[in-house]
């Protein structure tokens, strides 16, 4: 009887390191290739790729990942390229960064059943394979609008935008709802790096900074930069000149200290971690995902370098308006085309 008791309990043992060995998640995220195509050519931009590599790169030290990263997800040449090069390398996972080919996403998730795409800043419905994130930058956009309002001393505003694309302008419409909520007579001065949804908006620091000192010249004091890498630009124009700047995806705030107000976070790293996740752990589910104020998707730092700058009036105010758009109680009038 002993000795068939210790027997049971090798088999058990063997049993359970065979069912962990050969688990679908182990053997999953063991051979899985996740691929990420970056928005333009600047991967390292302290923004909005960047964000989506940290995503990634987390999943990687936690499982035996290969993390493959292709740039120019804009152009249309170029993206149809690095899908093609994914998909030859065995990506069981293909993450986009903002694109404007959506009719060749459309066809590759068709053609490619077995492959999950997750695509940033995107609303698509009706395939089983592809998580489109779509994010609650109004709402973000929203609290910098009013701190800049409650925060300037000229009464002028900026809104630097890389191009004009409906997200860009999604984030100037929120932009605007802030400065409205905030109760004060702030003029706003609007301009863009590139017209139309040229990438080149993005990774232009030489524009954004030549934009940015003629808009400080003008007697705007705080810049509010959805720019991307070109946002690098506006920094050194806000330093230069004395002024206030605003980043914008990932915290930026230790880039100028005491000259980056605050940051606008949009967590594609959490989105991207998430929805990745899901994959490897099999409860995937297909559809558009809005990651906002409500859970933890968009909003400002910590101000870390710059809190002393703001009364405590204000980022009381400042809390309360978060919680009311959080909650739903204030909507933001923000119709984008």
């Known amino acids: ?52 590599v940290s995503g990634l790169r987390k999943l990687q030290r936690r499982f035996d990942l290969k993390i493959e990263v292709r ?28 694109s404007n080919n959506h009719e060749r996403i459309l066809n590759y998730i068709s053609r490619y059943p077995k492959i999950h795409f997750i695509m940033n800043d995107a609303r698509i419905s009706g395939y089983d394979n592809i998580s489109s994130i779509a994010y609650g930058q109004r709402m973000g956009s929203c609290l910098v609008g009013a701190l800049c309002a409650w925060q ?38 609007v301009q863009y790096i590139r017209g ?8 232009d620091p030489r524009q954004a900074n030549a934009i940015a ?14 720019a991307g890498l070109s946002g690098n630009g506006v920094i050194q124009a806000a330093r230069k000149t004395g002024n206030y700047v605003v980043g914008v995806d990932s915290d930026q705030d230790h880039m100028a200290k005491g000259t980056i107000l605050t940051s606008m976070m949009k ?9 990745v996740l899901s994959v490897l752990e099999g409860h995937f589910v297909p559809g558009t ?9 968009v909003g400002l730092t910590e101000m870390k370098y710059t809190k002393q700058l703001i009364s405590e009036e ?5 809390s309360d308006l978060k919680e009311q758009l959080a909650d739903g109680t204030v909507k933001l009038n923000c119709s984008v085309k």
């Open 1 to 52: 009887m002993k000795l068939f008791q210790e027997h049971s309990r090798l088999a058990a043992a063997i049993f359970l390191s065979l069912l962990f060995l050969f688990s679908p998640l182990r053997c999953l995220a063991e051979s899985s290739v996740v691929g990420f195509i970056a928005s333009g050519s600047a991967v390292d931009d302290d923004s909005f790729n960047g964000m989506t």
């Open 152 to 189: 300037t001393k000229t009464g002028k505003v900026g809104f630097i935008g890389g191009n004009e694309h409906p997200v860009i302008k999604d984030f100037l419409c929120g932009f605007r709802e802030g400065v409205r909520l905030a109760g004060k007579d702030v003029e706003i001065d």
């Open 196 to 203: 139309g949804v040229t990438e080149q908006g993005f990774e």
């Open 289 to 297: 995902k809005e990651y906002n104020l409500s859970n933890g998707g």
């Open 267 to 275: 967590r594609l790293d959490v989105a991207v971690y998430n929805e």
């Open 314 to 318: 204000v980022l009381n105010r400042l």
């Open 71 to 98: 740039s120019g997800g804009y152009s249309y040449d170029t993206f149809e390229k690095q899908v093609q090069d994914l998909v030859a390398g065995n990506a069981k996972i293909i993450v986009i960064n903002s």
């Open 213 to 226: 000192l003629q808009m400080y010249s003008s007697g705007v004091d705080i810049i509010y930069s959805v």
